[in-house]
T-cell receptor
Framework: DVKVTQSSRYLVKRTGEKVFLECVQDMDHENMFWYRQDPGLGLRLIYFSYDVKMKEKGDIPEGYSVSREKKERFSLILESASTNQTSMYLC?????????????FGPGTRLTVT | AQKVTQAQTEISVVEKEDVTLDCVYETRDTTYYLFWYKQPPSGELVFLIRRNSFDEQNEISGRYSWNFQKSTSSFNFTITASQVVDSAVYFCALSEKRSSYDKVIFGPGTSLSVIP
């Protein structure tokens, strides 16, 4: 079974803090994704990576950066957390190839910025 | 523009009732894939089904069935004889090819509550 793990289930940070969200997958997948989930908006793509050290902006990259130094690990960084970044953050991975591949998701990190 | 609409925000049904979750999509591509995911209260999205744009056959898996109709750009999901364990948020998603990656768009989700 594919396993995607995220470093924390719940996180509370203060405005202005630098926040690191870590994601690790164990299936040697090339593609990894970071989404945020907000009520009524579904999942919105923040960043994704299709290879080590490669990254692409998603639909809402502002205020975020990412790092992929190793294939299995994809980190989301909030350089200076703000209250509007309070959300559920979901990491996902997918194998290379066709459009047909489904994504495997981690359990999510619920981040609260106060 | 690529878009996925799930018009039903929340649905409540009594156990053993049938329920249909609607999904309507927009795309200009001829090759694409559609997915359904389930997000139970634990939070982890779970893949349920994929359908490619060239295969309009309906699919049944146990109590779950899916109706894909290209003519109406819809990919609806029906749960027969619902159970409490079906309570979850369900997401429809569309996957299209872009120049260097496959873009996936998720709908806003439908929250299903099955009442015992």
């Amino acid at each position: 079974d594919v396993k995607v793990t995220q470093s924390s289930r719940y996180l509370v940070k203060r405005t202005g803090e630098k926040v690191f969200l870590e994601c690790v997958q164990d299936m040697d997948h090339e593609n990894m994704f970071w989404y945020r989930q907000d009520p009524g908006l579904g999942l919105r793509l923040i960043y994704f990576s299709y290879d080590v050290k490669m990254k692409e902006k998603g639909d809402i990259p502002e205020g975020y950066s990412v790092s992929r130094e190793k294939k299995e690990r994809f980190s989301l960084i909030l350089e200076s957390a703000s209250t509007n970044q309070t959300s559920m953050y979901l990491c996902a991975s997918r194998g290379t190839g066709t459009l047909a591949y489904e994504q495997y998701f981690g359990p999510g990190t619920r981040l609260t910025v106060t | 523009a690529q878009k996925v609409t799930q018009a039903q925000t929340e649905i409540s049904v009594v156990e053993k009732e049938d329920v249909t979750l609607d999904c309507v999509y927009e795309t200009r591509d001829t090759t694409y894939y559609l997915f359904w995911y389930k997000q139970p209260p634990s939070g982890e999205l779970v893949f349920l089904i994929r359908r490619n744009s060239f295969d309009e056959q309906n699919e049944i898996s146990g109590r779950y069935s899916w109706n894909f109709q290209k003519s109406t750009s819809s990919f609806n999901f029906t749960i027969t004889a619902s159970q409490v364990v079906d309570s979850a948020v369900y997401f429809c998603a569309l996957s299209e090819k872009r120049s260097s990656y496959d873009k996936v768009i998720f709908g806003p989700g439908t929250s299903l509550s099955v009442i015992p």
